[in-house]
């Protein structure tokens, strides 16, 4: 069964560096989704994408975070200037076609980012 | 936006015994309802989903009913094994294009004891 691949899958950075997340969707998939988790907390929507633009964001994803789908496979979240507080698990979801017409997302790994 | 509450936080039942979480959404526009386990340190898996012109969905334990007029949703567990051990997520997303966004409640572990 095609899955959603995630990497890394730990990265330790220092407070105020940049990081780039990475996903490779599920190959016939066009939405994309970044998640975020705080240990022992629930899933949270950061972003979606489809046709190459944000369809939509929440209030984390502030200026500081970005996306980027650079070619036909990988899906990037990137994080300009780490805080503390962006210490999560975070994980790339896709679904072939909008979830509101009943289309499940599914999910990778997961990345577990730790800020020092 | 919509916000999705899901109880109990814990639960724990015998081996054998069935499992209900419960969840309530507060946007009535909202059409999809997915399941998903997450075991420690793993993804959330997708178990079991329902559409809003669907009242229940059966996949051999496990099985999800929905009450759109009371804006709740239910997840049933028959025959508990240990292996159904874990945090299960509820979640709710609304049918407009350009708002395919999963919101998900706060989760129940579930322990089934041997």
């Known amino acids: 069964e095609p899955e959603v691949t995630q990497t890394p899958s730990h990265q330790v950075t220092q407070m105020g560096q940049e990081v780039i997340l990475r996903c490779v969707p599920i190959?016939?998939?066009?939405?994309f989704y970044w998640y975020r988790q705080i240990l022992g907390q629930k899933v949270e929507f950061l972003v979606s994408?489809?046709?190459?633009?944000?369809?939509?964001k929440s209030e984390i994803f502030d200026d500081q975070f970005s996306v980027e789908r650079p070619d036909g496979s990988n899906f990037t979240l990137k994080i300009r200037s780490t805080k503390l507080e962006d210490s999560a698990m975070y994980f790339c979801?896709?679904?072939?076609?909008?979830?509101?017409?009943?289309?499940?997302?599914?999910f990778g790994d997961g990345t577990r980012l730790s800020i020092l | 936006g919509e916000n999705v509450e899901q109880h109990p936080s814990t639960l724990s039942v015998q081996e054998g015994d069935s499992a209900v979480i419960k969840c309530t959404y507060s946007?009535?526009?909202?059409?999809?309802f997915p399941w998903y386990k997450q075991e420690l340190g793993k993804r959330p898996q997708l178990i079991i989903d329902?559409?809003?012109?669907?009242g229940e969905k059966k996949d051999q334990r496990i099985a999800v009913t929905l009450n759109k007029t009371a804006k709740h949703f239910s997840l049933h567990i028959t025959e508990t094994q240990p292996e159904d051990s874990a945090v299960y997520f509820c979640?709710?997303?609304?049918?407009?294009?350009?708002?395919?966004?999963?919101?998900f409640g706060t989760g129940t572990r579930l322990t089934i004891i041997p």
């Open positions: 979801a896709s679904s072939e076609n909008p979830t509101g017409s009943g289309q499940p997302q599914h």
């Open positions: 190959s016939n998939h066009l939405y």
């Open positions: 994408f489809y046709n190459n633009e944000i369809s939509e």
């Open positions: 946007d009535s526009a909202s059409n999809y």
């Open positions: 979640a709710g997303c609304g049918p407009n294009f350009g708002n395919e966004k999963l919101t």
């Open positions: 329902i559409r809003s012109n669907v």
